[in-house]
C-alpha cells in the first residue's frame, strides 16, 4: 500500500506525513533521518520545493497524485482547502479578486500576511492588503501541479515578513519525456436565498505538453474557464433609515431580515453576480546549461472578461421591476441610488515573467538568480453612476490599473560543510499602484474623459539574509538565521478632479531573527521548537489610497507603521507504523496590527486604515494521518484551536479584549479516502469552521446573514475511476449537505462537479 499513499490528498494529514517526509526528501542525504520512508513521497520526475525543508518547523506539503484522486480541484487554490488552519475564502469558481488565504492568527481580510509562489514567481498581491488583493491563483492551473508544500509561520530568513501566516509554494511540472494532458471539467449549482433562486453553471477545459529533447525541456499550457457565479450581494435598506409616510411609489417583493448587528432590513434584490471568462497561457523552458547548471524561464497569461449583473426583486403596482428613484415599502420611504444596482463590466490581461539561472551540482556550494515580473497590462473596470429607466445613456466611470505590478530579484547561495546547511541571499522587491478613475458619458463603451481621481504610489523591500541549520549532535539540529530589511515608500499621490496631494517619501530599516531546534527523542518521536520575528510593512494602498474633502484628505494615513510580530512553536511528531501524528502548541503577538477602524478620539469619526497597539493568539494544532486504519481505507484530519484577542487599541478602545476579526476558535478537517479496488477511490471530506467576526468590537452579533461571517460545517465527495493507464473520470460533490453559510458574502451551495482526464506520460 506505500505505493498508493502518494495518491491519496490525505490532506490534513498529509500536512504531518508529507510534512516529515518531503522534509527529508528533498534535503540532503545527511540531512534524512534513518525513521523517515522516503519511498512514501518521491515522484518520478519531481521538482525539489523551494522552500527550506531542513528547518525544524512546521512544513506541510501535497502531491499531483493526491490532488487528483482526492480534491475536487477546479482552481489551484482548491489545493489548500484540507491543509491544517488554512482556509480559503473563495467565493464561487474562477473567483479572481476575493479568495483571500487565511492562516492560524490571520484572518481573509488579511491577503498581506501570507505569501504564495509558483517556481519562485511570486503570486501573493502585495499591494495592499483584503479581499481586493489575493494571490494571483488563476496564474497555475490545477492540471500542472506538481507538489505544493506549506511553510507555517514567520521561521524562515528566506522570506519576507509577509510570511508571519504561512508561505505557500506551487512547483509545476516539467517533462523528462514527452507528455500530454487533456482535461474537460462542468460544474452545476442550484442557488436558492432571500428571493433569488436559480440554477448556475460552468466550464473549464484544459491542454498540456511537454517534453524534454536533448538538454531542452518544455512546457506549453492552456486553460479555459467560464462560469455564472451565484449572486454574491443584496441592495438592502435598513427599515428605521425609511421616512414614514407615503411617499414615493408603493412597490412589492423586499424580503424581511436583519443585519449582522440584528436591526431589522429589507433585502431589495440580489447583485454582483459574475459571469466570468477566463484563459490562462503558460510557457516554460528549462535548460541544462552545463550538467550542474539550469536556465529557466516561464511567461504566463492570464485574461478575464467579467460582467456583474443584478436582479431586484421590488415591482411597482403593475407587475414591472423598479431599480431606482424614490420608492415606498409598507408606509416608509427609501431612496434606490445607482449604486443599488449597478452593473459593472472588468477586461483584464496580465502578464508574468520569471528567468532563473541555478546551479545543482552535487558539491558544497550552489547558488542561484532568479528575477520575476507581474505586470497589469491591462486592467479596466466600467461600471455606471447614474441610474435610468434605461431609454437615455448612463454616465459612469472608467477604473484603469494599467501600470500597476511587481518585480523581484534575488540572489540566493547555499553552502554545505560537514553538519552544516548554510543560506544566505539578497533581494529586492518593488511594487507599483496605478488607479485611474475617469467620467465617461456612456458607462459601456464611452470614451474616457476628465479625471473623478487617482491614487499612485510605489514601495520597495531591499533585503539580505543568513541562516544555518546545524546538524551539532547526532540526535538535534538547529536553525539560527536572521533577515535584515530595508523599505522604502515614494511617489505617493492622491487626486480628485480639482486637487492633487503629494506625500512625502519614507524608509525605515528593521531585523528579524529566527530559530529552531530539533531533537529526535526516539526512533519514532520528534520535538520541534521554532521562534522568528516578522515586520510587515504597509503597502501601496493602506498608505495612500483615500480620498480629499474639500482640500483636506481623508480615509488614509500615509505615515502608518509596520506590523511587527514575534511566533513561537512547539511541535511533537511521532510515526506510527502506517502513519504520523502531530501536535503543536503556537503563540503570536501582533504590535501595530493594521486594519480598517473607526477612530473615536477625533470628532468628526474618521474610519480608515490604523494601527491595533497589540494582538495576541495563543493555539494549538493537532494533524494525524492513517494509513490502512481499516482495510484500504485512509483516514487523515485536523483539529486547530486559537484564541486570537484584541489586548490594546488607543483609538477604538470598544475593541479591547474583543476576538480578532475572522480568525475562528476552532478549526477542523478531515479526510477518508476507501479504495474497493485499485481503480476506483471514493474520497469523503469535511471542513469545519467555528464563529466568526467581521468587525472588531464584534458588534456582528447574527452571523447567519449577508455582510455577516457565519461558522459551517460542509462535506465533499469525490468518486474517481481509473478505466486504463491513460483515462479517468471523477464525479465530485461539494457542499453535499446545502450548507448556507456567510464570509459576508454567501458561498457556494451545493455543487455537482464531472471531469474526464486523459494522461499520456
Known amino acids: 500500500m506505500n505505493r498508493l499513499l502518494p495518491r491519496r490528498l490525505s490532506l490534513p494529514l498529509l500536512l504531518c506525513t508529507v510534512a516529515l517526509h518531503v522534509h527529508n526528501a528533498y534535503a540532503a542525504d545527511d540531512e534524512a533521518p534513518a525513521m523517515q520512508p522516503v519511498a512514501m513521497v518521491m515522484v518520478s520526475g519531481g521538482r525539489p520545493s523551494s522552500l527550506p525543508m531542513q528547518i525544524a518547523t512546521t512544513i506541510e506539503s501535497i502531491r499531483e497524485a493526491q490532488i487528483t484522486e482526492s480534491i475536487n480541484a477546479v482552481d489551484s487554490e482548491d489545493v489548500l482547502k484540507y491543509f491544517p488552519s488554512l482556509t480559503i475564502r473563495k467565493r464561487f469558481v474562477g473567483d479572481y479578486d476575493h479568495a483571500v488565504l487565511a492562516s492560524r492568527a490571520s484572518g481573509t481580510g488579511n491577503s498581506a500576511r501570507s505569501l504564495v509562489y509558483a517556481d519562485g514567481i511570486l503570486l501573493s498581491n502585495l499591494l495592499g492588503n483584503g479581499a481586493s488583493y489575493t494571490p494571483r491563483w488563476g496564474l497555475v492551473s490545477p492540471d500542472e501541479i506538481d507538489r505544493v508544500d506549506v511553510l507555517y509561520g514567520p521561521f524562515s ?73 451565484q449572486p454574491i450581494g443584496f441592495a438592502t435598506k435598513t427599515v428605521s433609515d425609511g421616512v414614514v409616510g407615503n411617499a414615493g411609489p408603493a412597490v412589492t417583493g423586499a424580503v424581511h431580515d436583519r443585519n449582522p448587528s440584528n436591526r431589522d432590513w429589507l433585502v431589495l434584490g440580489a447583485t454582483n453576480q459574475v459571469h466570468t471568462k477566463q484563459d490562462h497561457i503558460k510557457l516554460k523552458l528549462a535548460y541544462d546549461v552545463t550538467p550542474d547548471l539550469l536556465a529557466s524561464y516561464t511567461l504566463g497569461y492570464w485574461k478575464n472578461d467579467v460582467d456583474r449583473t443584478s436582479s431586484t426583486y421590488l415591482r411597482d403596482s403593475r407587475g414591472r421591476p423598479v431599480t431606482f428613484g424614490p420608492i415606498n415599502i409598507e408606509g416608509r420611504q427609501y431612496n434606490l441610488s445607482a449604486a443599488d444596482f449597478a452593473p459593472a463590466e472588468s477586461d483584464l490581461e496580465h502578464v508574468m515573467h520569471g528567468l532563473t539561472l541555478k546551479s545543482h551540482s552535487r558539491g558544497s556550494f550552489n547558488w542561484e538568480i532568479a528575477a520575476s515580473v507581474y505586470d497589469y497590462r491591462s486592467d479596466v473596470t466600467r461600471s455606471p453612476t447614474v441610474a435610468t429607466d434605461g431609454t437615455g445613456p448612463k454616465a459612469g466611470t472608467i477604473t484603469d490599473l494599467h501600470g500597476t505590478g511587481w518585480t523581484t530579484l534575488a540572489a540566493k547561495g547555499t553552502w554545505r560543510p560537514t553538519q552544516h546547511i548554510v543560506e544566505f541571499g539578497i533581494q529586492r522587491d518593488a511594487y507599483s499602484l496605478r488607479t485611474n478613475v475617469s467620467s465617461t458619458p456612456e458607462w459601456h463603451e464611452g470614451a474616457v474623459g476628465s479625471r473623478v481621481s487617482e491614487f499612485d504610489g510605489d514601495t520597495r523591500l531591499e533585503s539580505v539574509f543568513l541562516q544555518d541549520t546545524w546538524r551539532f549532535a547526532p540526535l538535534w539540529k538547529t536553525t539560527i538565521g536572521g533577515r535584515l530589511e530595508r523599505w522604502n515608500a515614494f511617489g505617493g499621490t492622491l487626486a480628485n478632479a480639482k486637487t492633487v496631494k503629494h506625500f512625502a517619501n519614507r524608509s525605515e530599516t528593521s531585523f528579524s531573527p529566527k530559530f529552531a531546534l530539533a531533537y529526535e527523542l526516539a526512533n519514532t518521536w520528534e520535538a520541534k521548537a521554532s521562534v522568528g520575528r516578522a515586520v510587515r510593512y504597509p503597502t501601496v494602498a493602506e498608505l495612500y489610497q483615500g480620498a480629499i474633502v474639500e482640500d483636506t484628505v481623508i480615509n488614509n494615513d500615509p505615515n502608518l507603521k509596520p506590523e511587527k510580530s514575534w511566533t513561537t512553536e512547539l511541535s511533537l511528531e511521532h510515526r506510527l507504523k502506517e502513519g504520523l501524528v502531530r501536535a503543536t502548541v503556537f503563540r503570536e503577538e501582533s504590535k501595530n496590527a493594521l486594519y480598517s477602524q473607526r477612530n473615536v478620539n477625533v470628532t468628526p469619526n474618521v474610519t480608515n486604515i490604523q494601527n491595533v497597539q497589540r494582538i495576541g493568539t495563543v493555539g494549538a494544532e493537532f494533524a494525524g494521518q492513517f494509513t490502512n486504519v481499516l482495510p484500504n481505507f485512509d483516514l487523515n484530519t485536523s483539529a486547530t484551536y486559537a484564541s486570537s484577542t484584541i489586548d490594546a487599541n488607543t483609538n477604538f478602545p470598544g475593541s479591547v479584549g474583543k476576538r480578532q476579526p475572522r480568525v475562528p476558535k476552532w478549526r477542523a478537517n478531515l479526510l477518508g479516502t476507501f479504495r474497493p479496488v485499485d481503480s476506483w477511490s471514493v474520497t469523503l471530506g469535511a471542513r469545519f469552521s467555528g464563529r466568526q467576526f467581521g468587525t472588531l468590537d464584534n458588534s456582528d452579533i447574527n452571523a447567519n446573514t449577508y455582510t455577516a461571517f457565519s461558522s459551517f460545517l460542509v462535506a465533499d465527495l469525490r468518486v474517481r475511476h481509473q478505466f486504463d493507464k491513460r483515462w479517468s473520470a471523477a464525479l465530485g460533490i461539494d457542499n453535499i449537505g446545502n450548507k448556507k453559510y456567510w464570509a459576508y458574502h454567501p458561498y457556494t451551495q451545493r455543487t455537482l462537479l464531472a471531469e474526464l482526464q486523459y494522461d499520456l506520460r
Not at 504561512?166 to 428571493?195: I, N, W
Not at 479555459?224 to 457565479?229: A, F, P, Q, R, T
Request: proline share 3%; charged share 20%; glycine share 10%.
Open 157 to 229: 530568513a528566506a522570506y519576507p515578513g509577509n510570511s508571519v501566516g504561512a508561505v505557500v509554494d506551487y512547483r509545476t511540472r516539467m517533462p523528462t519525456k514527452l507528455e500530454v494532458h487533456a482535461r474537460l471539467t462542468g460544474f452545476s449549482q442550484q442557488f436558492k436565498q432571500y428571493s433569488s433562486n436559480d440554477k448556475y453553471n460552468g466550464k473549464q477545459g484544459s491542454l498540456s505538453v511537454g517534453n524534454k529533447v536533448g538538454r531542452l525541456a518544455w512546457w506549453v499550457s492552456a486553460s479555459h474557464l467560464e462560469n455564472d457565479g
